[in-house]
């Protein structure tokens, strides 16, 4: 007969999370919006895009806009280093690469440690929290990738990415 601390584990949900740096703030995403993570390459600056896009890029075949994710959660840019890389996500049916300042690790964690994003949240847009998990040592700010980029922002990077803008 388990145990009720054996039983409690086994019914605790576990979210495989990315995690990455954007300033001093660690956050994470749901590992399966991630198809891979890419140290920088040449980025392909597009006419009129949208200020939160830096570009385009050719990932083995396909070309994918890039977002500075900084520039999205209301964060000032940064010169990029040999920690920046591009998570490469499909969101929505549509693949992009966001720009973080580094990525820490891919983590296992009890979804009972997430907790609903406070109401006053500093330092970036909070619309786009999902929640906030609590770790031994440190937050861990979750985001909503469905929420990232808005419907207005979705017809922007189409029209971008249409073949006579690129």
């Given at each position: 007969?388990?145990?009720l ?36 390459v040449?980025?392909?600056?597009v ?12 990932l ?14 209301g ?11 591009i998570?490469?996500?499909d ?10 300042d580094?990525v ?63």
């Amino acid at each position: 007969m388990a145990s009720l601390e054996t039983q409690k584990n086994e019914s605790t949900e576990l979210l495989q999370l990315v995690s990455f740096l954007i300033g001093k703030e660690e956050f994470g995403v749901d590992i399966g919006y991630v198809q891979e993570i890419n140290r920088m390459v040449q980025i392909t600056k597009v006419p009129n895009a949208p200020d939160f896009v830096d570009g385009i890029i050719n990932l083995r075949g396909r070309i994918i806009p890039v977002i500075d994710l900084r520039l999205k959660l209301g964060m000032g840019r940064k010169e990029q280093d040999k920690n920046t890389r591009i998570v490469v996500v499909d969101v929505s049916g549509k693949t992009v690469g966001f720009i973080v300042d580094a990525v820490t690790e891919v983590l296992r964690i009890p979804s009972n440690i997430i907790e609903a994003p406070p109401d006053m949240v500093t330092g970036v847009n909070s619309e786009y929290i999902k929640a906030v998990g609590k770790l031994e040592d440190r937050l861990l700010i979750l985001i909503d990738l469905e929420k990232i980029l808005s419907k207005e922002d979705n017809v922007r990077l189409e029209i971008v990415m249409e073949p006579e803008n690129i």
